[in-house]
T-cell receptor, first 114, second 113 residues
Framework: AQSVTQPDIHITVSEGASLELRCNYSYGATPYLFWYVQSPGQGLQLLLKYFSGDTLVQGIKGFEAEFKRSQSSFNLRKPSVHWSDAAEYFCAVGAPGGYNKLIFGAGTRLAVHP | SAVISQKPSRDICQRGTSLTIQCQVDSQVTMMFWYRQQPGQSLTLIATANQGSEATYESGFVIDKFPISRPNLTFSTLTVSNMSPEDSSIYLC??????????FGDGTRLSIL
């Protein structure tokens, strides 16, 4: 069955520290991969996406993610976290091509200490 | 990316009543999606709405409970019928083009008393 696993429910980092949020997926083929962020009281904002090509993708707000086919992973990274990055982060997969329905992970809630 | 507006942004309803949520997009889109986010949970797809055809529902969701309309390429509604406290959730619509990422509205926060 298709699924997305985000092993870390909560993560706390200090402002200025580096960040890595983990995402593993189970899918029959290489899916489209996405990271979304949800700030309190807001909808979801797309941070970045991977469809094909270069396995290191750059997104908005200084985030990047690396697709590793051998590990079925798509981890999100940021070299220096800002207090405004505190939010919930969702990894999602979709079928390649067409109008892809998304399967979401459970989310990782990020807290940032000053 | 498309600008997506949802109404209402939040509501508190009595059990047994129904609420219709509107989703308006500032450009024509083929596919619109409706998701539910239960408290503290991730997003689950309710249905996919294609203009001019019946919505396609995911397992566990039925048309009688969540009727959807899609009268044109910029608008859709989701009705939550005969509500119970278990329906308290955030309901989000999203749009996405072919081989394009989905973009989401701000959601409707629904509480059932």
């Amino acid at each position: 069955a298709q699924s997305v696993t985000q092993p870390d429910i909560h993560i706390t980092v200090s402002e200025g520290a580096s960040l890595e949020l983990r995402c593993n997926y189970s899918y029959g083929a290489t899916p489209y991969l996405f990271w979304y962020v949800q700030s309190p009281g807001q909808g979801l904002q797309l941070l970045l996406k991977y469809f094909s090509g270069d396995t290191l993708v750059q997104g908005i707000k200084g985030f990047e993610a690396e697709f590793k086919r051998s590990q079925s992973s798509f981890n999100l990274r940021k070299p220096s976290v800002h207090w405004s990055d505190a939010a919930e982060y969702f990894c999602a997969v979709g079928a390649p091509g067409g109008y892809n329905k998304l399967i979401f992970g459970a989310g990782t809630r990020l807290a940032v200490h000053p | 990316s498309a600008v997506i507006s949802q109404k209402p942004s939040r509501d508190i309803c009595q059990r047994g009543t129904s609420l219709t949520i509107q989703c308006q997009v500032d450009s024509q889109v083929t596919m619109m999606f409706w998701y539910r986010q239960q408290p503290g949970q991730s997003l689950t797809l309710i249905a996919t709405a294609n203009q001019g055809s019946e919505a396609t529902y995911e397992s566990g969701f039925v048309i009688d409970k969540f009727p959807i309309s899609r009268p044109n390429l910029t608008f859709s509604t989701l009705t939550v019928s005969n509500m119970s406290p278990e329906d308290s959730s955030i309901y989000l619509c999203s749009v996405g083009g072919e081989s394009q990422p989905q973009h989401f509205g701000d959601g409707t926060r629904l509480s059932i008393l």
